[in-house]
Nanobody, 115 residues
């Protein structure tokens, strides 16, 4: 059973930065896809960023130039560096791993951007 553990959320002011982390339990290799999604109250879950096993990345237009996704294949971990945060980035952030054709989700970590 794969479990994903997230950390790094919190309360920050507009313009500040946060770094989210997500690691899979156990020794897991060959994770074709990793990503981050977010869900704000009353809204659908949306894609934030994706990264492939060879490092190709994709971002939603709303975070391009501000967020950076990276991964550590040795430790089965994915990170999201969030800079220049805006109030509209407030949401619960979920990591996502694609392993063996099946998707796995983290438990979610709250990010609140408020002055």
């Amino acid at each position: 059973q794969v479990q994903l553990v997230e950390s790094g959320g919190g309360l920050v002011q507009p313009g500040e930065s946060l770094r989210l982390s997500c690691a899979a339990s156990g020794s897991i290799f060959n994770i074709p896809g990793m990503g981050w999604y977010r869900q704000a109250p009353g809204k659908q879950r949306e894609l934030v960023a994706l990264i492939t096993s060879v490092g190709h990345t994709d971002y939603s237009d709303s975070v391009k130039g501000r967020f950076t996704i990276s991964r550590d294949n040795t430790n089965a971990a994915v990170y999201l560096q969030m800079n220049s945060l805006k109030t509209e980035d407030t949401a619960t952030y979920y990591c996502y791993f694609l392993i063996g054709g099946r998707g796995y989700w983290g438990q979610g970590t709250q990010v609140t951007v408020s002055s």
